[in-house]
């Protein structure tokens, strides 16, 4: 009975491991991992040790397409498998730990600019039926006169060029988006578009919002953040795998209501806690700091937490916190917090929240690097009110009054963590943190040390043996 619910482990140690089946065959790994770009890549660059990532889907084929490496380039590759964060953005810490001068990223990506290495992006040339696609766009758009931008993702990004050059003949005002991987070079030009890694230059006298959208990739997160942030274009999309076009439904307005309702819950909200969850993305340190001047003006205590990737039961530890603000790449940045204790937001809806300075125009934000200084949708924080004169405002949510203001940073500013108060008529001194202060508010604060109200007792022998069977209980028969 005991050995069914426990062992000694040896049968662990004696178990033999087979090798995993390979995801592609062998005769298809050179094309579609572009092993002659990669090899180049490596070789032009003297890379003597390269980080091969792989996401979990493909890591059945990491050891060969490793071997394949090493013999190509002579160069030494390791394997980065559970990535800290998202398997899309580039694993840079990892990278480092084995000293690694370059990355080698296979699979979906979402071309996030990265900070220290040099990246080469191999996503996998997944197959696309290029004459069903264009039956597919003739049924959603007949008129061949009709404006529309096409999209991607990036597994499907071989074989745009094919498309273009059958679809634009037959449809002269049909644009194609263009990869480009880390930062353009350079200013935008009028009209032009740069967002998500993807570069397309409108014509039309109206602008974007003149176009439709034209998505080839299946449904899934990517086409979700096109949708919010393009929501004035009417959107189709074209799923390969199973080979049907179709008008998008999602109820965008619907989407946006619930995401300025977490706007309101941030409002609300008195300690904020600031996910990180990205080390690699340029920018991220500048943004962290952005968003705890940003807490610190509108009179909210804020905490830095690192957790990886986060999960309902990672953040119900800190019971303290309001609300989470999350500091990822733009693809990961949309998490759906239904299922968690507190709310999760991005920071351009925090910045909604605190910054009077920001308004709702229509547009929505997934990518933080937007909100840095110099970028296209910076807004800078309006100065100091005196509380007498601030705006009274009242909340949606819970019809009490509340602060929207922003207030001068202190000259000499504490660390977030430490606030001194008066604790008794002796003037004496306490460091108190928000956590502190929360704790202090529960009815129940931990197990009580009672220190002098507890007889002491001499140590007795306890039970033996695990819970199912202690040594000193008698065997029941049936």
């Known amino acids: 009975m005991a050995t069914a619910f426990s062992s000694d482990g040896e049968a662990a140690l004696r178990r033999e491991l087979c090798a995993a089946v390979a995801a592609t065959p062998r005769s298809d790994l050179d094309g579609f991992y572009e092993m002659s770009r990669a090899a180049a890549f490596v070789r032009d660059g003297r890379f003597r040790k390269v980080a ?20 190509a380039t002579g160069a030494e590759m390791y394997v980065l498998g559970d990535t800290t964060y998202g398997s899309c953005c580039v694993d840079e810490v990892a990278a480092e730990h084995v000293g690694a001068e370059a990355v080698l990223h296979y699979g979906p990506a979402c071309l996030s600019p990265c900070r220290k290495l040099p990246v080469l992006h191999i996503f996998g040339q997944q197959p696309l039926d290029v004459g069903r696609c264009m039956e597919a766009f003739r049924e959603l758009y007949p008129k061949q006169q009709s404006c529309v931008v096409v999209l991607s993702d990036v597994v499907y990004d071989h074989a745009m060029g094919e498309l273009e050059q059958q679809l634009c003949p037959e449809y002269p005002n049909v644009i194609f988006s263009k990869l480009v991987c880390g ?29 439709a959208m034209f998505y080839v990739g299946a449904e ?44 309101e819950r941030a409002r609300d909200a008195s300690v904020v806690g600031i996910l990180v969850g990205t080390l690699g993305v340029a920018g991220y340190l500048t943004v962290l700091q952005h968003l705890r001047e940003l807490l610190s003006r509108a009179g909210k205590r804020s905490y830095i937490l690192a957790v990886g990737k986060p999960n309902p039961a990672k953040l119900a530890n800190f019971l303290e916190v309001d609300i989470f603000v999350l500091v990822a790449c733009a693809q990961n940045s949309l998490l759906d917090s239904s ?14 929240a605190c910054n009077p300075a920001r308004e709702w125009m229509g547009n929505y934000l997934t990518d933080f690097r937007d909100l840095l200084p110099g970028a296209c949708a910076h807004v800078e924080l309006p100065p100091a009110v005196p509380a007498a004169e601030a705006v009274p405002d009242v909340s949606l949510i819970t019809g009490k009054m509340r602060a929207t203001h922003l207030c001068d940073l202190p000259t000499s500013q504490l660390p977030s963590s430490t606030t001194l108060a008066c604790r008794d008529q002796t003037r004496a001194l306490a460091e108190i943190s928000p956590a502190a202060s929360f704790l202090e508010s529960r009815s129940w604060q931990g197990l009580e040390q009672q220190l002098g109200q507890t007889p002491v007792s001499k140590a007795v022998q306890g039970r033996r043996g695990i819970a199912i069977a202690y040594e000193d209980e008698g065997c029941e028969q049936p």
């Open 52 to 71: 091969l990532q792989f996401p979990d889907e493909l890591l059945a084929d990491a050891v060969e397409v490793a071997g394949r490496m090493e013999t």
């Open 220 to 263: 899934g997160l990517t086409l979700t953040n096109f949708m919010l942030t393009w929501n004035r274009c009417p959107f189709s999309s074209f799923n390969p795998i199973t080979g049907c076009g179709r008008r998008e439904t999602l109820n965008v307005n619907r989407a946006l209501m619930r995401r300025l309702y977490l706007v």
């Open 183 to 211: 930062d353009t070079p350079g200013p935008a030009v009028p009209g032009e578009e740069r967002k998500f890694g993807r570069q397309f230059l409108v014509k039309a006298a109206g602008g974007l919002q003149d176009y």
């Open 339 to 352: 299922d968690f204790y507190q709310p999760v937001v991005t920071p351009y809806e925090l910045e909604l």
